[in-house]
């Protein structure tokens, strides 16, 4: 069985501070896929990335970076110098060879974060 | 990213009618789709696999006679709420997975209301 952990449930920030998201995971697959979705208040869920278990790259995608570490299963989301509007829901999720050919994700309870101007 | 279509966005009903709510991937076939309900400041819950061409894989504690799933073609899905009642108002939101890069992509959701 998979896990996923967000165990920051709420963040507040100041617009312009740096803010990490944390993500922890649980699986006994070798493969699998990793994935952070930002839910704004409009309620759709908005992909940001993928990264699978071969992969330990870290990435940086403007003012968004994330972190691989498969050694303390973690897979933790950054952003440079918040906006208001990243103010949103994030979840990370998680899905294995062993969801099933058909890849179920198994979602974290999600984090809050809340950039203040 | 691809894209996924949901409708409607809204639906406000009375008790005892049906609801169908349709899901559609724009830009890539979907042999798989899934449905799920959200409640306010909570996690995605997974209600069902949709499965092109065949029947619906249903989680556990979720009623199939009441939440119908049909996916008759690579692109669309349906969800339909039957005889809804006060408790079946949530968001519902649809995802379509494209096999080719091992995502799945959201649709918009669909808030229900049953009065």
Redesign the interface.
Known sequence: AQKVTQAQTEISVVEKEDVTLDCVYETRDTTY?L?W?KQPP??????LI?R?SFDEQNEISGRYSWNFQKSTSSFNFTITASQVVDSAVY?CAL?AYSSGS????T????T?LTVLP | ?AVVSQHPSWVICKSGTSVKIECRSLDFQAT?M?WYRQFP????M?MA?S?EGSKA?YEQGVEKDKFLINHASLTLSTLTVTSAHPEDSS?Y?C?A?DQG?????????T?LLVL
Do not use: C, M, W
Request: no cysteine.
């Open positions: 896929y994935f979705y409009s309620g759709e869920l908005v992909f993928r699978n979840f899905s058909a890849r179920q994700l979602f974290g309870s999600g809050q | 990213g798989t899934f400041k909570q996690s995605l997974l696999t499965n894989t968001f939101i995802s997975r890069r091992e995502t799945q992509y959201f649709g918009p959701g808030r």
